[in-house]
């Protein structure tokens, strides 16, 4: 492999990931839009609950996302790799942290 095509895959893993980044932050949003609607189509007419608003809804999904999907990130063998991991998880704490902040004052 010549140094040209090194760069180049290098710029298109960077351009990759950045498409992954938009798409990811978008799925944050239109999710709770969902559940809103679904919880509001089905769920209250059947069961007679109350409505969720937009916030309720997201504030749902981190808690959701907290029990079920956070806990299951498995252990690098690498060391470096391993440090990645564990600081992604005190960044995304601290996030869900803000978020629930956030979410909980405009409630």
Partial sequence: MT?????FNK????????INMVLGIGL?????????FHWNWFVVP??????LTYVTAF??????WFLTKFPRQKIRDEPIENLKLIIS??????????MALIIRGMM
């Fill in 3 to 7: 140094v040209k095509e090194k760069t």
């Fill in 11 to 18: 710029e298109r893993d960077i351009v990759t990931l950045g």
């Fill in 28 to 36: 944050v949003f239109l999710n709770p839009l969902l559940l809103m």
């Fill in 46 to 51: 059947i069961l007679g609950l109350v409505e």
């Fill in 59 to 64: 504030g749902l999904m981190i808690v959701v």
């Fill in 89 to 98: 998880r005190y960044v995304v704490l601290t996030l869900l942290l803000i």
